[in-house]
């Protein structure tokens, strides 16, 4: 009998989904948000089995709730201000090859939101270019 770890790696191949960040790169990723951030961050995971939910709420103390293993997560994002360590952060994960975007919640938000980091590319989405900041 498979496990759930087995069955979402099935999951994944099935769907023709691209990892782009296994669980060494995660903890890179998790590491480096650690050292600029700390742990008082407002962030909110979804793996890769998850539908995404524009409403799903914001979980503090970083990174206690991200999914495990974390070679499972979709996309990360993170509430953070459009600040010059945020763009450091940024340029660091494209120089790793990990996609980012800016995701805002409302029209008239122009330096506060979220900063996505995906962990996988979406066969129904094309992507041309990992510094998309749409």
């Known amino acids: 009998m498979a496990s759930s770890v087995d069955r979402i790696d099935q999951f994944i191949v099935r769907k023709g989904y691209v990892p782009l960040a296994n669980d060494d790169v995660w903890q890179s990723i998790i590491d480096r ?15 890769i089995t998850q539908q995404a939910d524009p409403l799903s709420r914001f979980f503090t103390a970083f990174p206690d709730n991200l999914t495990i293993p974390r070679r499972h997560i979709k996309y990360l994002e993170l509430l953070v201000t459009d600040s010059p360590l ?41 992507c041309t270019d990992s510094t998309d900041d749409s």
């Open 33 to 47: 948000i650690l050292d600029y951030y700390g742990r008082n961050l407002h962030y909110r995971c979804v793996s």
């Open 86 to 126: 945020c763009k450091q952060l940024v340029d660091w994960l494209h120089s790793i090859g990990v996609p980012t975007q800016r995701v805002f919640e409302t029209a008239d938000s122009e330096d506060m939101g979220a900063l996505r980091i995906f962990g996988f590319t979406d066969p129904n989405h094309v």
